[in-house]
């Protein structure tokens, strides 16, 4: 029975149906619903990884032992698992491997907007891009098929747009693929130098042979229309083109994003007058052409970054808008701000305070640089806040050591920052690493991570102890505060900075948004005793506003927190058990 399905969706749905048997992700927006969705079928194996290395490296095993695997990846999650995704493409697969990756043109949910086929291309694996649900299930099933045909890895690579549209797909029953028996095989799976040297020639000839398939496989396909134009293209840009074009076009629609065919572009190109290469983000489409010494437009008729759309599409190839409705462009500003009740808050208003560096990293807590709190001063990758402070003091040494903090998430610690607080401890620099504890993997959507004790499915699983890991790894000092206690806070920051050691301080609060969570009554403002000062407004929770010059609490938002009480000095803000 048709239904309609979220991109991610239809990809784990056709994972599913073509026989996965081991899944092991990190979520990362917007890939994380298809591990999410794959999870609810029982026959299926699925976790949530400590970080992409290790996802990927999992799924290899899986593969080894002979069961089709997968994991799930966001575009910079890619990058850390650029490592064995580069080695496992020399050793080829046992039973079917794939890995989805999501990128995300536009930066909706992302510090960078990489175009993740240059990953296919310098890694020499095969990559599959749908263009809607539909094909992101046809894909899933297919690639299964390609990675045990031609003995590789196959990336599937999804969009923003893609994997959060919907789309019709047809789901149909799981088949039970037979598992692969293991085969020792020292010169194809330990890749030393002697080994893998060998294996070279062997991914050569592997996408001689992809090459030839991309010319002929039915993901590739010519549609054609008015000569005149002849449009290349791929994944949600497909869409952009059909919708704005129509039949005003031929189209050569790539389905298998590389390797890339060469006579079925050349043979597509005799047959139009003008040839256009529509894709977001880099040409690697268009430059394939240029190789191949055709004519063609692409980056210089569209932009390198952000998205594409359908009125770009008519307005840069027919010169005028087409007739699709958009919102107007003067919107309300509406910045991102933490959730009322949020328990970084009370820590991000401590180190502002307090006017200290704050090198910070990636989750919910990045908000912490958002005006009114200002109070981050650097945000690159996973796990770099500790890093960084570690060469950010050892760089300035007693200019820094007493103002300078590393913060990062309970989940990012786990999946980067290990390392980082291990050579705080070997190399011995004077640095204060905040990790800021609540219970989940909040920024992605509530998923659980090594240190909440629950596994995908919420039951029951192993748990770090944050605490015990940190003396374990040479800490000394390791002090836990309560978030919404600012004095706590402060003396705390205070202390840990005016010692001579490395230290980490832990601040535990579970996220105000877990269903779990029991909060107290809203706040009440006393108009009465509010002297407009605005001091509360200081923290920037979405809970306190300002009218007629004094202080309104909305109830519906409000969840009782009490860090607002602490920084009124009039009494104007209580609670309501008071």
């Avoid at 059909?242 to 060469?262: F, Q, R, W, Y």
């Amino acid at each position: 029975m048709q239904q309609l399905m979220l991109g991610n969706k239809a990809l784990a749905r056709g994972l599913y149906e073509a026989g996965c048997s081991v899944v092991s992700s990190y979520p990362g927006t917007p890939s994380t619903e298809v591990t999410e969705e794959i999870a609810k079928f029982d026959e299926v194996y699925c976790e949530w990884a400590p970080n992409e290395k290790v996802g990927m490296e999992v799924a290899f095993g899986a593969s080894l032992a002979g069961k089709r695997s997968f994991c799930g990846m966001k575009h910079v999650g890619l990058n850390v698992a650029a490592d064995p995704l580069f080695t496992c493409s020399y050793t080829g697969v046992n039973a079917g491997m794939v890995i989805c990756v999501a990128d995300d043109a536009g930066m909706h949910s992302s510090q960078n907007e990489q175009d993740s086929r240059h990953y296919a291309i310098a890694a020499k694996v095969p990559m599959l891009e749908p263009s809607d649900s539909g094909e992101a299930y046809e894909f899933g099933k297919l690639a299964y098929e390609l990675s045990e045909e031609f003995d590789t890895p196959v990336i599937v690579k999804m969009c923003t747009r893609v994997a959060h549209s919907q789309s019709i797909v047809d789901p149909k029953e799981r088949v039970e693929v037979p598992t692969v028996k293991y085969e020792k095989n020292i010169q194809k799976y330990v890749m030393m130098p002697g080994n893998a040297i060998r294996r070279h020639p062997v991914v050569e000839e592997r996408t001689r042979k992809l090459t030839e398939y991309a010319e002929t496989c039915e993901i590739n396909r010519i549609e054609m229309g008015d000569t005149s134009l002849g449009i290349i293209t791929s994944s949600t840009c497909y869409q952009y083109v059909k919708e704005a074009l129509g039949d005003k076009a031929s189209i050569l629609k790539l389905g298998l994003i590389n390797p890339l065919p060469v006579q079925k572009i050349k043979d597509f190109a005799a047959k139009v007058d003008r040839l256009v290469v529509v894709e977001e983000l880099d040409p690697i489409i268009e430059n394939h052409c240029r190789e191949l010494g055709l004519e063609v437009s692409g980056k210089d008729i569209f932009p390198m970054m952000g998205e594409i759309s359908q009125n770009m599409v008519a307005e840069k190839l027919l010169g005028k808008k087409a007739e699709f409705e958009v919102l107007e462009e003067e919107l309300p500003v509406r910045p991102p701000v933490m959730c009322a009740g949020c328990p970084h808050r009370g820590l991000f208003y401590a180190l502002s305070k307090q006017k200290i560096t704050v090198l910070g990293d990636i989750g919910c807590y990045t908000l912490g640089a958002v005006a009114p709190l200002s109070a981050m001063d650097m945000t690159l990758c996973m796990g770099a806040s500790i890093s960084a402070i570690h060469g950010f003091n050892k760089a300035l040494g007693e200019e820094s050591e007493g103002k300078t903090v590393a913060v990062i998430g309970d989940s990012t610690f786990m999946h980067s920052g290990m390392t980082g607080l291990a050579n705080i401890a070997y190399n011995q620099s004077n640095s204060t690493v905040i990790i800021l504890d609540n219970s989940i993997t909040g920024m992605t959507g509530h998923q659980q991570n090594p240190t909440t004790g629950y596994n995908i499915k919420g039951d029951p699983a192993g748990k770090v102890d944050l605490e015990a890991l940190c003396k374990a790894m040479g800490f000394e000092r390791v002090r836990v505060v309560d978030p919404y206690n600012l004095k706590e806070c402060n003396d705390v920051i205070k202390e840990e900075l005016s010692v001579e050691e490395p230290s980490v301080i832990i601040s535990r609060r579970p996220c105000a948004l877990l269903k779990y969570v029991k909060h107290k009554a809203p706040i009440i403002a006393d108009p009465d005793k509010c002297k407009g000062c605005k001091s509360c407004m200081k923290l920037g929770c979405p809970a306190i506003s300002m009218k007629k010059g004094k202080a309104v609490i909305d109830n519906t938002l409000c969840v009782g927190c009490g860090v607002c009480q602490q920084m009124c000095a009039f009494d104007a803000l209580k609670g309501q058990e008071e």
